[in-house]
C-alpha cells in the first residue's frame, strides 16, 4: 500500500519588492486570478488550482521565498508528518492559517535548506461564483482572459547552501514521502533531487548551491494548458520587457517543456509543460551526470543563460533577521 | 494515508478480426511501438509507457477488450486486492504473465460487467537499447518517427450490461481503491463513473449500457504529447479513410480535449490531452446530469456522433462461448 | 505580369445592436486593441493588421455589414478600378474617408450582392508609439494580453441574393482582379466562390442565399498565430456564454483550422489557422460539390451546426431603408 | 498595377556528400515525399508544394546550393525575366528542366553572389494519383505519415561574398520585382535582406559573408503546418543524434517561429512556422542594426549557436571547378 503522508504542494509564498509590478506580470501576463488581499499580501490562483489559492504575494525589501504549504492527506498524516519533523528539531509550531480562504491552522517547520515549510490538512476545495463559475463542474474557475492562463501551480525548487544541508534535506523529503525521480550528480556528489508525492516528474526539486546562504529560492513553477502558451509567454516576455532567464526549451530532467522569467520583483518563475506521470511503485531514481551528460539534464533542446544555474543562482535573496535566528538555533549553522 | 491498493493501468488486450489494418492503425497513424509477436496477438508500447507494452493486439472473429490489467503497489496488496476480488466470488485464477516481456504471473478475475481485469505485482521497467534507447534518460525509448506519436495509455472506458452490473462494478473498484472524481445521473439514477488510481482524472471509466451483453469496450484511450496532436490526428483520420466518432472535443467530464476514431477492426480508439490531475484527498465526486447539462458533460465543445454514445454504442462485439460460460457462473447473468 | 488592381482588404465595417457587449467580445475574447471612438462606431485592429484599424464596429439597430474597403495597388489602379464599378453602373461617389486614421478618401460602390464596398489608395502604415510600440521592428503593435490575441483581418463572406446577383458578383470581382481558388456547385449550379487578391486561400468568399434580401452577411474572419487558440477561443466562447456555430473544425474548401462563434450582436465571427498560400499564376479553380463532397467542403473534420449555413443563415439582417434604396436604383432589385 | 515577373520559388537543388542520411533526414525526419530519382538525384516534395517536387538532393563530394528555380507569372514574363539577366551579362542559356515531372525547359543565369538560378514558365501542377491522393482536392497529396511532415519549401537564405556582390545580387533581384522586406545594417553597412515575390514575409534572404568563396548556402527552410511541430522536430533532432544550430527560436525579422538543425550532409535546414504576410504597395523596408538591435533581429527570443551565423558560417560547401569557371567569366571575380 502506498505510504503517502503529504497530498500535494497547496501553495507557496514569495517575497517582491516591486508589488505592482509583480502583480502586474503573475495579473496580466500569467493570467492568475486574484482572490484576496491582506496586510502587505495578495493572494492568487491559477485557473485549475484545487484550493483558494496557490500564490501568495508579499511586500518585502527583498525577492525570495517566504514558506511553502504542503496538504497532508488526512489529519493522522499531518500528526504523524509533524512527529517527524519535530524528531529532527525541526518544528517551529503552529500558525493559524488563513480560515477565511478556507485553509485552516499549520504547523511550520524549518526546512534543513533553510526555508519555511508548514503543513496542513484543513484545507477547503474552493469554487468560483457569480460570473467566474465555470461551466465545467469540475474546474474551479473560468479560465481568465488575460495573458497565457497558467494553469496551475506546479512545483517549486529550491537550493541547499551545502553539502550536509542538502543530505539532511533530502532525508527529511523522503521521510515526508517524496519519492526521487531523478538525481544529477557532480561527479561522485549527488546535487540535485527532482521528487514528487502527487504522481508528476516533480512537485518539488532542491539543489546544491554552496553559498552557505540558507533559504534560497531556485524558481516556482506554474503549468500551462497548452505547448503554444510556452511560445506565447516567450514574446510577452520579450516584447513587455521581462528577462527570459531560460528556454523555450525541454528539460533532459522531467522530460518537460520549459521557459524560465525573472518577474520584476528578481524571483525566477517558470512555466511547464508536459513532463511524465510517474507512479512506477519500485522507481529507481534516474542519475544525471554534469559530465557525461553536458547540460542535457536542464536542456535537451533550448537553452538557458550561463548565470541561471549553479554559480550565480537568482535570485540572490537576502536573509532576514528572523529567518537568520531560526536558521542559527535550527540548524546551528553560522550566518 | 492514502490506502491505494493499485498502481496504475498496466495494460490492454484488445481483439480484431482484421490484424494487418489494425495493426497499420495502431504503428502508422498512432505511432506506437511493436515490441513483441506471440501466436496471434502483437505487443505494441508507446514511447512513455513505463512497462514492455500497453496494449496487446489480438486476432479474433471480433472487436473487443480481453483482458484488462492493473499493477499492484507491492506484492501484499497484490495479495490483498486477490482477497476482494475472491471474497465478492469474482476470481479466476493465477496465469503465467509474459516473463520474457518482464510481466510476471497475475490473479484474473471477472468485473461485474463481465470483462476479464487481471492484477500483477511482478512487472519490470522496460528501457530501450541499440538505436531506439533515448538521451533523455528517463524516456524509455525515442519518440517512433511515425504518425502522431501516441504517448502512453491513458484509460479504458467499459460498459456494464444492467443496473446491477454497474452498481457492483462500481462497489468492486472502489473498494480496490480506485477514487471517483466525476459520476453522470439521468434523473435520478447514475448511469456513468469516471475514476482513477494514478491522480488523474480517469484512468478508468464505466458507463451503463442496459444491452444485456456483457464484457464490452466502450473504448481504449491513449494520451498525445501536444494539443497539436489532436488537430493532425484529425487530419489523418479523413484523409486515410477513417471514421472519426467525436471530437475535436473538449470534455467537460474530466476538462480534457479528445478525439474519437473507429479503428480498422471496431474499436474505438481516443487520443486524449490535458484534463487535470487530482490528488485531493477528500474530492467530493462531481455530478453531472443528462438533462440539466445536457451534452456538455461529454463534448462542452466539438461534437460527437449521435450513434457513438448510448443506445447503439460501438463496438457491439460478440461474447465469446468461454466468456459466457464464466459470465454464467461468476456473474449468475443469463446470456 | 500578374494584373492586381486591389492589393488587400483593409477593413470591414459591421453593425450591432449590442456595442458594449460586442465590444467586449472582440476586445475580451478576441483581444483586439481599440484605436478609436467616433459617433457611435468603434475602430478596433489585431495586433498584425498593417493600417490603423480592420474592424470598424457600428452601434445600429440590426447586425450586419455596412462597409467592405479594399486598398489598392496604386493610384492608377485606384482609378482603373473605380472605372469598372462605374461601367457596371454601381459607383456611389466618393467619401472623405478617417483622415486622421490615416485612410484617405475613398470611392463607394454597390456589389451587385448588394453590399457596400469602398476602393482606397492613400492609406498609411500603422505603428504602435509609447507603451505599445513593438520591439519586432516590423510588427506593429505588442500582442495585447487579453483573450487569444487575434493577429489580422482574414477576410469577408459574404451573402448573394439570387442566382444572377450571385454570377454579377463573381463577375465584378474578378474584374477587379480577384483569383478564384475554389468553387462549391450544387448540381449543375454554382453556389460559392472562394477568391483573393492578397495570395491567400482566400480573403473574399461568396455565396448564394436565395432569399432575396441583398447585402447579407455571412462572416468576418480573423487569423490567430497558434493552432492551440482555435482551441483556447472555443473554452473561452462556450464558458463565457457565446454559441459556438461551427468548429473547431478544418475546411476541405481552404484547407484551414476553424471556429465560428455567434458574436453578442448576432454577427457570426470566424477564427482561422492555416490554410494554403497560392500565387500558382495558371490555376484552375478546384470544384466541390455538395452531393459528391457532402460536407467535407465545409468540415473535413469537425462540425457545424445545421443551422449555420445555407438555409438559414446567420444572422439575418435586416435591410436598411437607405441601402434598399441604393439596391433598388443600381440593381434594380424589388425590395 | 503590381508588377511581378515572378511567381515563386519553385524548387531548390542541394548537394551533399551523405546520400542515404540526408534522405533518412528529408523522409523520416522532416516527412517529405520521395516523388522520384535520376541518376545521382533524388526528388522531393512537401505535402503542399504545388508543382512535383520543391527539393532535389544531388549526391556530391560536397554539401551546398547548386541550382535555385523560380517561376515566372507568364510566359512573356519569362522573356522580361531573361533580358533582365542578360543585360547584366549573367545568362548561362537554357536547359531541358524535368519534362516527365511536368517542369519545363528553364533560362539559367549566375546570381552576383555566385549561386546558379534558373527561371522557368512551364511547369504543371501536381497531384498524387492512388492512394497518396488526398479528400482536401486542393491538397496535391495526403500528408504522409511520416516525422513533422513538412508542408512546402519556404525560402533559401544564400551569401553573398564581398559588398560588391551583395550590392549587386539585391540590384538584381529588385529587378526580378522581389520587394524587400526587412534589412540587416551594421554601423553604416547594409549586410543583409530579406525579400519576397510571394507576399510573405519572405521567400529569399541574402546576407554578406565576407569569405571571398562564392555561391555558398546560408540554408533552406520548409514550413510545418502547427507550431507544435517546431517543438516536435527539436526532439527528433536532438534524440536522433541531428545538431540543432539554433531554437526553438522567433525571429525579430520576419516574426517567424524557427528551428535550424544541420542535416547529415552538412546543410543547414531550417523549420518555419508563421511570420507575416506582408502586401503593402508601398511598404518601406523596416531596418535592424547589429549594435542597436543587438542579436534579437535573429532571436527576439530562444537562441541560436555562435558559429550559425556570420564569422564561421555553415555549411563551408567548397566550389566546383565548372562553378569556379562560370563565377570567373561572369562575375570576375578571382577564385
Same mark, same amino acid.
Given at each position: 500500500?502506498?505510504?503517502?503522508?503529504?497530498?500535494?504542494?497547496?501553495?507557496?509564498?514569495?517575497?517582491?519588492?516591486?508589488?505592482?509590478?509583480?502583480?502586474?506580470?503573475?495579473?496580466?501576463?500569467?493570467?492568475?486570478?486574484?482572490?484576496?488581499?491582506?496586510?502587505?499580501?495578495?493572494?492568487?490562483?491559477?485557473?485549475?488550482?484545487?484550493?483558494?489559492?496557490?500564490?501568495?504575494?508579499?511586500?518585502?525589501?527583498?525577492?525570495?521565498?517566504?514558506?511553502?504549504?504542503?496538504?497532508?492527506?488526512?489529519?493522522?498524516?499531518?500528526?504523524?508528518?509533524?512527529?517527524?519533523?519535530?524528531?529532527?528539531?525541526?518544528?517551529?509550531?503552529?500558525?493559524?492559517?488563513?480560515?477565511?480562504?478556507?485553509?485552516?491552522?499549520?504547523?511550520?517547520?524549518?526546512?534543513?535548506?533553510?526555508?519555511?515549510?508548514?503543513?496542513?490538512?484543513?484545507?477547503?476545495?474552493?469554487?468560483?461564483?457569480?460570473?467566474?463559475?465555470?461551466?465545467?463542474?469540475?474546474?474551479?474557475?473560468?479560465?481568465?482572459?488575460?495573458?497565457?492562463?497558467?494553469?496551475?501551480?506546479?512545483?517549486?525548487?529550491?537550493?541547499?547552501?551545502?553539502?550536509?544541508?542538502?543530505?539532511?534535506?533530502?532525508?527529511?523529503?523522503?521521510?515526508?514521502?517524496?519519492?526521487?525521480?531523478?538525481?544529477?550528480?557532480?561527479?561522485?556528489?549527488?546535487?540535485?533531487?527532482?521528487?514528487?508525492?502527487?504522481?508528476?516528474? !516533480?512537485? +518539488?526539486? /532542491?539543489?546544491?548551491?554552496?553559498?552557505? #546562504?540558507?533559504?534560497? %529560492?531556485?524558481?516556482?513553477?506554474? @503549468? =500551462?494548458?497548452?505547448?503554444?502558451?510556452?511560445?506565447?509567454?516567450?514574446?510577452?516576455?520579450?516584447?513587455?520587457?521581462?528577462?527570459?532567464?531560460?528556454?523555450?526549451?525541454?528539460?533532459?530532467?522531467?522530460?518537460? !517543456?520549459? +521557459?524560465? /522569467?525573472?518577474?520584476?520583483?528578481?524571483? #525566477?518563475?517558470?512555466? %511547464?509543460?508536459?513532463?511524465?506521470? @510517474? =507512479?512506477?511503485?519500485?522507481?529507481?531514481?534516474?542519475?544525471?551526470?554534469?559530465?557525461?551528460?553536458?547540460?542535457?539534464?536542464?536542456?535537451?533542446?533550448?537553452?538557458?543563460?550561463?548565470?541561471?544555474?549553479?554559480?550565480?543562482?537568482?535570485?540572490?535573496?537576502?536573509?532576514?533577521?528572523?529567518?537568520?535566528?531560526?536558521?542559527?538555533?535550527?540548524?546551528?549553522?553560522?550566518?
Amino acid at each position: 500500500m502506498v505510504n503517502k503522508l503529504l497530498s500535494q504542494l497547496a501553495s507557496v509564498e514569495i517575497l517582491t519588492p516591486k508589488i505592482d509590478d509583480t502583480l502586474w506580470f503573475f495579473k496580466d501576463i500569467l493570467g492568475l486570478h486574484e482572490v484576496g488581499r491582506k496586510d502587505r499580501s495578495v493572494y492568487l490562483r491559477g485557473w485549475e488550482d484545487w484550493y483558494a489559492y496557490s500564490l501568495k504575494v508579499t511586500e518585502s525589501d527583498t525577492a525570495g521565498v517566504k514558506e511553502i504549504v504542503w496538504r497532508t492527506y488526512s489529519e493522522k498524516d499531518l500528526i504523524d508528518s509533524i512527529n517527524i519533523v519535530n524528531s529532527n528539531g525541526l518544528g517551529l509550531g503552529w500558525d493559524e492559517g488563513e480560515p477565511d480562504m478556507g485553509v485552516g491552522k499549520g504547523y511550520k517547520f524549518i526546512l534543513p535548506s533553510g526555508q519555511i515549510g508548514k503543513l496542513v490538512w484543513e484545507m477547503k476545495i474552493w469554487r468560483a461564483s457569480g460570473e467566474l463559475r465555470s461551466g465545467y463542474k469540475a474546474r474551479p474557475m473560468k479560465k481568465p482572459t488575460k495573458g497565457v492562463q497558467a494553469k496551475d501551480l506546479s512545483h517549486i525548487f529550491i537550493f541547499a547552501y551545502n553539502d550536509e544541508s542538502l543530505a539532511k534535506t533530502v532525508e527529511l523529503l523522503k521521510r515526508l514521502t517524496f519519492k526521487v525521480n531523478e538525481i544529477l550528480k557532480e561527479g561522485d556528489k549527488r546535487i540535485a533531487y527532482w521528487m514528487a508525492v502527487n504522481g508528476t516528474a !516533480h512537485d +518539488l526539486a /532542491v539543489s546544491l548551491d554552496p553559498s552557505g #546562504v540558507p533559504a534560497r %529560492l531556485n524558481h516556482v513553477t506554474f @503549468n =500551462v494548458d497548452y505547448a503554444d502558451d510556452i511560445l506565447k509567454a516567450a514574446d510577452f516576455y520579450t516584447d513587455y520587457g521581462l528577462e527570459i532567464v531560460g528556454g523555450p526549451l525541454r528539460h533532459g530532467i522531467t522530460d518537460s !517543456h520549459s +521557459l524560465y /522569467v525573472k518577474e520584476p520583483g528578481g524571483n #525566477v518563475i517558470e512555466l %511547464l509543460h508536459g513532463g511524465y506521470l @510517474n =507512479v512506477v511503485p519500485d522507481w529507481e531514481p534516474i542519475v544525471w551526470d554534469t559530465k557525461e551528460d553536458e547540460n542535457r539534464w536542464l536542456y535537451y533542446w533550448g537553452h538557458v543563460k550561463e548565470a541561471f544555474w549553479h554559480g550565480s543562482p537568482i535570485p540572490a535573496n537576502r536573509v532576514s533577521d528572523e529567518l537568520k535566528e531560526i536558521v542559527r538555533q535550527k540548524l546551528g549553522a553560522k550566518i
